[in-house]
């Protein structure tokens, strides 16, 4: 189905068809969904808009009676709520797999109403935390809080094998992280910690790319689409703010530029030629042209003010992206297409006349 409806935007596109026909076509060869679909579509919006609500009224619910309640209250109240999360998550994963709602081979829990649960463990794990740091003072500072939580709920997220807790996860990682930075900032250069923001996306990026492909456990594209979007937007950032001010510390200025063409430069190998995927390619071509700009921007500017200097900056995006999008767009009619890159430029040429 899907390329059969990629042939007929390429018929159109190439005009062997018209738009009166191509939308007879898609009519005819897209399948309603039914009122059975409906039901479940809602279902499991309501279940789901449920479960984040009751985590985030039990936080509300300390935070506005904070005053009022004991701490043995406190504790109670939100321990319970806890362990009857837990209790909920155990009971809807058997029941699931006892009805054979879920299938253990395909996905081991996905967008289930039992991940909602522990989903909602996940989140009162850290309001436990923080009752804990706020009753007892113990004078953490605020990225222990969210370290010491994304370290309690990494069980969880192997567990489920869910997008949802995985990007959790790394949230609090990255947060953890900005407000380690925050606090210890006299130690390392700011350049150096923007580095370290680079290391830890990339390598959960690419963690999840290599770990994703062999065990659904690890497949969760929001957290790739998330972390490589942190990456690459550090990355660029670095890499022009060491263009209009380099680093003094020639090995990580040396470092950064490495790193920078390397990474370009697998995953154009990776993307492009081992495993087609659009995202990461836009996210890399979009930076080289950020990168360019900066360059052009400090090679003119640099000692005097020439005349039509942002003319010719804004011709070169211009055209840089213009071209960029073209190519992204051909690729993307490819990946839809189902086309194999390992494949031979015959064997896709027979593969899209199918």
Same mark, same amino acid.
């Given at each position: 189905?899907?390329?059969?409806?990629?042939?007929?935007?390429?018929?159109?596109e190439q005009g062997h068809i018209t738009p009166t026909v191509a939308n007879e076509l898609y009519r005819q060869l897209s399948v309603p969904p039914n009122a059975a679909r409906w039901r479940s579509l809602?279902?499991?919006?309501?279940?789901?808009?449920?479960?984040?609500?009751?985590?985030?009224?039990?936080?509300?619910?300390?935070?506005?009676?904070?005053?009022?309640?004991?701490?043995?209250?406190?504790?109670?109240?939100?321990?319970?709520?806890?362990?009857?999360?837990?209790?909920?998550?155990?009971?809807?994963?058997?029941?699931?797999?006892?009805?054979?709602?879920?299938?253990?081979?395909?996905?081991?829990?996905?967008?289930?109403?039992?991940?909602?649960a522990l989903l909602v463990v996940s989140l009162l794990v850290g309001g436990l935390l923080a009752l804990v740091g706020q009753t007892y003072q113990t004078g953490a500072d605020p990225w222990q809080l969210f370290a010491i939580w994304a370290l309690a709920i990494l069980p969880f997220a192997w567990v489920a094998g869910f997008d949802g807790l995985w990007l959790l996860l790394v949230g609090l990682a990255n947060l953890s992280l900005g407000l380690y930075a925050?606090?210890?900032?006299?130690?390392?250069?700011?350049?150096?910690?923007?580095?370290?923001?680079?290391?830890?996306?990339?390598?959960?990026?690419?963690?999840?790319?290599f770990l994703g492909s062999s065990s659904r456990r690890w497949h969760a594209p929001f957290v790739e689409y998330a972390s490589s979007l942190m990456?690459?937007?550090?990355?660029?950032?670095?890499?022009?703010?060491?263009?209009?001010?380099?680093?003094?510390?020639?090995?990580? +200025?040396?470092?950064?530029?490495?790193?920078?063409? $390397?990474? !370009? &430069?697998? @995953?154009?190998?990776?993307?492009?030629?081992?495993?087609l995927q659009v995202y990461p390619l836009a996210l890399g071509g979009f930076s080289l042209i950020t990168v360019g700009a900066a360059l052009f921007t400090e090679l +003119?500017?640099?000692?005097?003010?020439?005349?039509? $200097?942002? !003319? &010719?900056? @804004?011709?070169?995006?211009?055209?840089?992206?213009?071209?960029?999008?073209?190519?992204?767009?051909?690729?993307?009619?490819?990946?839809?297409?189902?086309?194999?890159?390992?494949q031979t430029p015959s064997e896709n040429e027979e593969l899209s006349h199918e």
């Open positions: 189905m899907r390329h059969l409806t990629s042939h007929v935007y390429e018929w159109l809602l279902a499991q919006l309501l279940q789901w808009s449920g479960a984040l609500s009751f985590a985030c009224g039990v936080i509300f619910f300390f935070a506005y009676n904070w005053q009022s309640l004991e701490r043995m209250s406190k504790f109670a109240l939100i321990e319970a709520a806890l362990l009857m999360s837990l209790v909920s998550f155990v009971w809807l994963y058997y029941r699931s797999a006892a009805k054979r709602l879920v299938d253990p081979s395909h996905s081991l829990f996905g967008a289930t109403l039992a991940n909602a925050d606090t210890t900032s006299l130690w390392l250069d700011e350049q150096l910690w923007l580095c370290l923001f680079v290391v830890l996306n990339l390598t959960i990026y690419y963690g999840f790319v990456a690459m937007g550090c990355f660029t950032l670095l890499v022009c703010w060491m263009i209009f001010e380099p680093s003094d510390t020639k090995p990580l +200025l040396v470092s950064v530029w490495v790193g920078y063409v $390397g990474h !370009l &430069l697998f @995953g154009f190998w990776w993307f492009r030629h081992k495993r +003119l500017f640099r000692d005097s003010d020439p005349i039509g $200097g942002f !003319l &010719l900056i @804004g011709l070169y995006i211009i055209l840089a992206s213009t071209g960029l999008s073209a190519v992204l767009r051909r690729l993307h009619r490819q990946a839809k297409a189902g086309i194999s890159p390992t």
